[in-house]
C-alpha cells in the first residue's frame, strides 16, 4: 500500500541548514588534525563557523522530523479538537501536498473538502497538484476532494461559502503585509456566518486575528510550550501558533 508523503517543509532552509553543519564538521576535523591552531588568526572565524553549525545541524534535524512525524501528529490534534460532523465544505488555503486537506477529507462524509495553492515548490519539495492526487488517492478520499490552482489573495469563491477554512505555514509566504492581511480578509469574506477559521503560521498571529476583528469576528491567538520553546531558540525569528476565530453570535 503507498504511504502519503507530505514533502519537507522549506527545503532550501533545510539544505542550507545541513550545508553549515558540514562546514563546521570540516573546520572540526582540520583544527584537531592541525591543519590550523587555536592561535592563529583564523581562529574566531573558525570557531563561530563551528558554533553556528552547532546550532545549524539540530535544527535542520527538527525540520526534518517535523515535515515527516510532527506535522502530521499536529494536524490530527488539530482536525480531532474540531469534532467534525462530516457534512461541512472545507477550504484549504495553501494546500501544498494535502496535509490538513486530506485530513480534513477523512473526516468527512457528505462534505467536500477543497484546496488552493500557487504550487511553490520553494516552500514545500515537490510541490505540486499531482503530488497532491497521489496522496488524495493514498489517503483514500479522492472522491471528496476538488483542487484549485488559486491566489489566497483572489479566492475565487462566493462569499459565506465554507464551513471551515485552514491555512497551515502557507500564509508567510506572502511576503508584503499589505496582500497577507487581504489574503486574511478574503478567508474572512468566504466563511458562512457559523463556521470557523484556523491560521496555523511561523508568524504575523496578531496580524491575521487583527484583519479577522476587523471583519466582525471573535479571534484569538493560542500558542503552546513547544511554539514558545521554539520562538526562545530561534531567538524570535519564528514565532509559531495559530488563529482560532469565528464570527460573533
Not at 472522491?143 to 485552514?166: E, G, S
Request: aromatic letters at 8%; charged letters at 20%; glycine letters at 10%.
Amino acid at each position: 500500500m503507498v504511504k502519503p508523503d507530505y514533502g519537507l517543509d522549506a527545503p532550501g532552509v533545510v539544505r542550507n541548514l545541513l550545508l553549515v553543519a558540514v562546514a563546521a564538521v570540516v573546520v572540526a576535523v582540520a583544527l584537531c588534525g592541525g591543519f590550523w591552531t587555536p592561535h592563529s588568526k583564523l581562529a574566531p572565524a573558525l570557531f563561530a563557523v563551528i558554533g553556528t553549525g552547532a546550532g545549524c545541524l539540530p535544527m535542520a534535524i527538527w525540520m526534518i522530523w517535523y515535515s515527516k512525524v510532527g506535522k502530521i501528529r499536529g494536524r490530527d490534534r488539530v482536525l480531532n479538537g474540531l469534532a467534525l460532523r462530516g457534512d461541512e465544505t472545507v477550504l484549504d488555503v495553501g494546500c501544498g501536498r494535502g496535509l490538513f486537506l486530506l485530513g480534513a477529507a477523512k473526516r468527512l462524509t457528505a462534505g467536500r473538502a477543497i484546496g488552493i495553492d500557487i504550487w511553490n515548490r520553494r516552500d514545500l519539495s515537490g510541490n505540486a497538484a499531482a503530488r497532491t492526487w497521489d496522496n488524495a488517492q493514498a489517503e483514500g478520499v479522492v472522491d471528496r476532494v476538488r483542487l484549485i490552482t488559486a491566489d489566497a489573495r483572489h479566492l475565487p469563491f462566493d462569499d459565506k461559502r465554507f464551513d471551515l477554512v485552514l491555512s497551515s505555514f502557507a500564509l508567510h509566504n506572502i511576503y508584503e503585509a499589505s496582500q497577507r492581511r487581504g489574503a486574511v480578509a478574503e478567508i474572512a469574506r468566504v466563511l458562512k456566518t457559523d463556521g470557523r477559521i484556523i491560521l496555523i503560521d511561523l508568524g504575523h498571529l496578531e496580524e491575521y486575528a487583527g484583519v479577522l476583528r476587523n471583519a466582525g469576528l471573535d479571534a484569538r491567538v493560542q500558542r503552546s510550550w513547544t511554539s514558545n520553546l521554539l520562538m526562545i531558540w530561534t531567538f524570535g525569528a519564528l514565532r509559531p501558533g495559530r488563529v482560532v476565530a469565528h464570527f460573533k453570535e
